[in-house]
């Protein structure tokens, strides 16, 4: 029997059926299509190892020869200090393609796109807006941060998919759930709403961890967006507030990142040649089936957290997390002075630099999203601010308490809050000055676009005029 749902009640509990707009997609696979040209467009070159290249590649090569990492040197197991999901999938390239700067590439490119599909999907779910979600997938398209990181071997794009893919399930669970109430209240009966996307959010977050243990600095945020939106959701519903009955699938979506996140170690655990595999054994200590392959995986792990945490060695390219935003120290990837450009002296760079119009409006963008989230009390814009503090105010930590060597590359699993947060403030701007917000935002946009088209081409290793080059250094010898 249908039950008579007030109107305000139903308009709180709908969702957004994207199945129902075709033009969604046309947009989504317009910008996607220019991103992968983007990042796809000359990736084999320069056909060489650079920067942090010079591991990640190797290892996920030797992965496929022995099952682990290993050292060449010493002919045996090599010792590294991340978890193995991200060389695996670098291997699935090289396997494909070869051993080649094509094929420890292309799954970086490969995992640079889907972020940009994925985020246009996730941008018209929360703003329920085409141009919004587009504008969205366009300034990440035309960031020169995610498209060098796009199509360089290293494992932080591999994060920042599996981080953004999480909360994209977890925004999915969210509709779903609160779909699942409104159909309870048209029946009229307390129907179990099992949550398919809150397990593949905690098998998608297993996968992030499984990249790099900084995916970890999210689990607290995402677990409390998760419970806010289900509590807001009963009262919504006039349900009685209770998350003892959601405890159950939590702990099992929690169950599910552990398993996965211990599956991607399965070439540690079978082949037994892996670094610290028997170090009970060799330690005589007992080592008992099953349980002592797993006690020896954690005393790999507490050794490799040891080197984390101490790693304090100063490095000519290091920055501090108040200079991310602020482009106060971006990473020269490869730099050469060849001939060929037509001038007295030529210059050849990747620098991991993001595009500069579009960067330094993050701050600004946090700014107002909190200011406009306390004044309208919208769940999107606490829910943008606290995933895109998950993703930087952890590293302030760790800089203040022991000055742990730091990268900017690290902040790229918070790209897609950042820019998801600049696209709000955008959408607020628009909704309140209509056509003048409309100029505003077009004027942004194609700022942005200028920018990426000036930079690009210290973005993707071009020859230019030495000159030429330097007149990019915007700040001076901070970007040198």
Known sequence: MITAVPDIVRRRLTSLDTRLDPYSWLVTGVIVTIAAILRLSGITYPQKLIFDEIYYPTDAWDMLQHGVEWDEKTNGPGYVVHPPLGKWLIALGEKAVGNSSLGWRLPAAIAGTLMILILIRVAYRLFHSIVLAGLAGLLMTLDGFQLVLSRTSLLDIFLGLFVLATFAAMVL??????????????????????????????????????????????????????????????????????????????????????????????????????????????????????????????????????????????????????????????????????????????????????????????????????????????????????????????????????????????????????????????????????????????????????????FYPIFVDAVIPYDSWWARMWLGTRWV
């Open 173 to 454: 669970d969210r509709d779903h759930y609160r779909r699942g109430l409104l159909r309870a209240l048209e029946t009229g009966t307390n129907r179990v709403i099992v949550p398919w996307w809150l397990f593949v959010a905690g098998v998608l977050f297993g996968l992030a961890c499984a990249v790099k243990w900084s995916a970890l600095f999210f689990l607290p945020v995402f677990a409390v967006l998760i419970i806010v939106w289900r509590v807001k959701a009963r009262r919504s519903a006039g349900v009685r507030v209770t998350i003892l009955g959601d405890l159950g699938w939590g702990l099992t979506s929690f169950a599910l990142a552990a398993v996965f996140y211990l599956a991607t170690w399965t070439g540690w655990l079978v082949t037994g040649t892996g670094f610290y595999r028997h170090w009970r054994a060799d330690n005589g200590m007992s080592e008992p089936p099953v349980l002592g392959a797993l006690l020896n995986l954690w005393h790999y792990h507490s050794e490799a957290y040891r080197f984390h945490s101490g790693l304090t060695k100063p490095h000519r390219y290091q920055s501090w997390p108040w200079q991310w935003l602020l482009l106060g120290r971006p990473v020269p990837f490869d730099f050469a002075t060849p001939g060929g450009c037509g001038a007295p002296k030529c210059a050849q760079e990747i620098l991991l630099l993001g595009t500069p119009i579009l960067w330094w409006s993050f701050l600004p963008a946090l700014g107002a999203l909190v200011w406009l989230g306390i004044a309208h009390r919208d769940w999107r814009a606490y829910a943008i601010f606290a995933s895109a503090m998950a993703g930087l105010l952890p590293w302030f930590y760790y800089a203040v308490r022991d000055g742990r060597t730091m990268f900017s590359f690290y902040v790229l699993p918070a790209l897609p809050f950042l820019i998801l947060a600049v696209v709000y403030v955008l959408g607020a701007v628009i909704a309140r000055f209509r056509s003048t917000g409309i100029a505003v935002a077009a004027v942004y946009v194609v700022a942005v676009a200028l920018c990426f088209a000036y």
